[in-house]
């Protein structure tokens, strides 16, 4: 079933529909610097885009992905402490692709370049404020009822 993700970053909500029905809201954190479509601006882009990829489908919750790949890790505060990284990527990554040539495809604006995910998150206390480096943060369990929800090709349309 093809469905459709409306992301509102003034709001901080992502709406699941299905058929023109909404299905499902969730609380989410855009980024902390704003809404912008630049390379390294560590900002979140708005327009239209598509589900470009889906990874981590089977992982355990809370599974610690990099480079788009399972470490084998599973976070805990004590991991926190031993790695080096400020924005951790859990459970699920839901991979998105600029669908307007200028404002978020191609060239200093290509959202899939930009790596623009919808992610789990090991801070799930900041939902509902922007506090992310450019992506759509969500807390694990709803990342993954999102994730099984979902496929390859869906539209995501992010308005401020």
Same mark, same amino acid.
């Given at each position: 079933?093809? #469905?459709? *993700? !409306? ?12 058929? $023109? %029905?909404? =299905? ?5 954190? #855009?980024? *902390? !610097? ?12 708005? $327009? %239209?885009? =598509? ?7 089977? *992982? ?101």
């Amino acid at each position: 079933m093809t #469905s459709k *993700l !409306n992301i509102s970053v003034s709001s901080q909500t992502l709406s699941l529909f299905q058929q $023109g %029905k909404l =299905i499902s809201a969730y609380k989410i954190s #855009s980024a *902390l !610097n704003g809404v912008g479509q630049e390379k390294n601006s560590n900002k979140t882009p708005l $327009g %239209k885009h =598509i589900i470009r990829a889906m990874i981590g489908g089977n *992982l355990p919750i809370y599974s610690v992905i990099q480079g788009r790949r399972f470490t084998n890790q599973i976070w805990t505060n004590e991991l926190k402490d031993t790695l080096a990284t400020n924005d951790w990527i859990l459970s699920r990554v839901i991979w998105l692709s600029g669908k307007e040539i200028g404002k978020n495809r191609l060239g200093n604006v290509d959202t899939m370049q930009r790596y623009i995910y919808i992610h789990g998150t090991n801070e799930e206390h900041l939902l509902g404020t922007p506090s992310s480096h450019g992506c759509i943060r969500m807390s694990n369990k709803d990342v993954i009822e999102l994730f099984d929800l979902v496929s390859v090709g869906d539209i995501v349309e992010i308005v401020y």
